[in-house]
């Protein structure tokens, strides 16, 4: 079975200023790993997942996420934070997706 | 892209009655389907796995009794949520998986259904 983590409950950051949300996995074999994005009273949409391959993947609206093994995380990256991008984040892992407890993000103009 | 539709979006019943809930894949075919539950700031917890034309699988602490799924088609699960109560007033949120990309690896949610009980 996977879980997942997600220590920050809230994230703040300036609108331009690098925007990382950080989420740590436990595994029993090889972690299936996904970030969501929910926005308010709203379903989740998909932004990137790992199964395989290189580690740093590349998702939708120029959100990259970094697969480390050696650090059991999977931290969900933005060069430069758009006001728009505050919403709530869930890092889910395995074909059931479980998933943690979120984090939300703002970024001020 | 895929989309997956819910209906109604939102709900008001009366403690004790029986609310419907519909998810739809619309523009593929999903073999199966996910149901979730989110309370407010909180994350989302899976209740049910639905696969077409076979009992839904519950996760554990959920009652199969109250919570009753069906899949009948490759593009259609409902949830009934029966004999009502407050404390089932919750955000509802289906997610589908689709046939023709081997959909193991990711699923499509549709947009919830607050209901709320009265």
């Known amino acids: 079975a996977q879980s997942v983590a997600q220590p920050e409950d809230q994230v703040n950051v300036a609108e331009g200023n690098p925007l990382t949300v950080k989420c740590t996995y436990s595994v029993s074999g090889n972690p299936y790993l996904f970030w969501y994005v929910q926005y308010p009273n709203r379903g989740l949409q998909f932004l990137l997942k790992y199964i395989t391959g290189d580690n740093l993947v590349k998702g939708s609206y120029g959100f990259e996420a970094e697969f480390n093994k050696s650090q059991t995380s999977f931290h969900l990256k933005k060069p430069s934070a758009l006001v728009s991008d505050s919403a709530l984040y869930f890092c889910?892992?395995?074909?059931?997706?479980?998933f943690g407890a979120g984090t939300t993000v703002t970024v001020r103009a | 892209g895929a989309v997956v539709s819910q209906h109604p979006s939102w709900v008001i019943c009366k403690s004790g009655t029986s609310v419907k809930i519909e998810c739809r894949s619309l523009d593929f075919q999903a073999t199966t389907m996910f149901w979730y539950r989110q309370f407010p700031k909180q994350s989302l917890m899976l209740m049910a796995t639905?696969?077409?034309?076979?009992?839904?699988?519950?996760e554990q602490g959920v009652e199969k009794d109250k919570f009753l799924i069906n899949h009948a088609s490759l593009t259609l699960s409902t949830l009934t949520v029966t004999s009502a109560h407050p404390e089932d007033s919750s955000f509802y949120i289906c997610?589908?998986?689709?046939?023709?990309?081997?959909?193991?690896?990711?699923?499509?949610f549709g947009p919830g259904t607050r209901l709320t009980v009265t």
């Open positions: 889910a892992a395995d074909y059931k997706l479980s």
């Open positions: 639905s696969n077409e034309g076979s009992k839904a699988t519950y």
């Open positions: 997610s589908a998986r689709d046939r023709a990309a081997g959909g193991f690896y990711e699923q499509y």
